[in-house]
């Protein structure tokens, strides 16, 4: 019998050949980042998102005791989106000094200083049509009025004590605005990481109704990049990186694991994945109906986007690994 054909099985044989071979480590603790929903109606908020299961819109109180017990099992990083009492056409409680987010940053550094708090920083939440920009009575986006807002945005969290700004917007010129902004004010030191390449997703539903930012009237789509664009991607991520982005975002992440190995090659930052809201809520969904196991597809999703090129992984997931003391 002819045995010159590839015996791939050789070291697929036990565990022990398995992991020595394994060529995508399994995840870190230092992989994994988790979105919070810090809500400013009341301190003591604690309501579950109904499109994402084990998911919560959180008062600052809840806040602190939800990353308490994320803590003491390994948390390393919180990416913070803030639900403000009163949004207007100028989302003015984005960079108010006492705005949510900014006095959900100083409460966790007090109590965590080695916790990374990363704040996203957009204005849709703010805004009382929802969307990510200043809009004129037409309903236009403007893009070069929105950069000032944005920039203050970001100062305003990092006044505040945020350790990494986060602008998920996608107008054009933001992260060299926020650069810019940030150096005037002394903070030459603080990293800015970029939702550089923002697709406008069906995926993100359920954040829009945990967040209250889905756009009143019209969608994103002139703003966040058209889902069948890949070398579009790749010109966003190098923009990005030329105006001073330390890090990048790809989002979604399971549906566009081309363009996280894309985007990986071009450029040398340090490179997250954003799992939304929408893989979330998929996943928990089939899971709860039984179809699927839950716990190995989300562990095999999330061990696929690293191999596809992602350095870190933003996941509502994140604490429910940890749980499992799966990541070390
Ligand atoms: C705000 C923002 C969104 C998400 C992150 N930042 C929503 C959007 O752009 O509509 C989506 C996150 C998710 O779906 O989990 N610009
Ligand atoms: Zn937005």
Known sequence: MNTRFHRGRRLRQTPALRALTRETASLLTEDLIMPYF?????AHLRREIPS??????L?????????GEAVDLGLRAVLLFGIPRIK????????????????AVRRIKRIWPYLIVITDVCLCEYMIHGHCGVLTPEGTILNDATLPLLAGTAVSHALAGADIVAPSDMMDGRIAA???????NGLHELPVMSYAVKFASALYGPFREAADSAPAAGDRK?????????REALIEARADVDEGADMLIVKPASHYSDILYRVRKAVDVPLCAYQVSGEYAMIRAAGQKGWIDENAVMLETLLGLKRAGADR?????????LKQRLAR
């Open 178 to 184: 926020i650069r810019a902004a940030l150096d005037d």
């Open 59 to 67: 008062g600052i109180d809840q806040l602190e005791g939800q990353i």
């Open 313 to 321: 992984l933003i996941t509502y997931f994140t604490e429910t690994v």
């Open 38 to 42: 810090v809500d400013e109606a009341d």
């Open 222 to 230: 002139s703003y966040q990049m058209d889902p069948g664009n890949a």
């Open 52 to 57: 994402m299961p084990g998911q919560f819109r």
């Open 88 to 103: 207007d056409e100028r989302a003015s409680a984005a960079y108010d000094e006492n705005g949510i987010v900014q006095q």
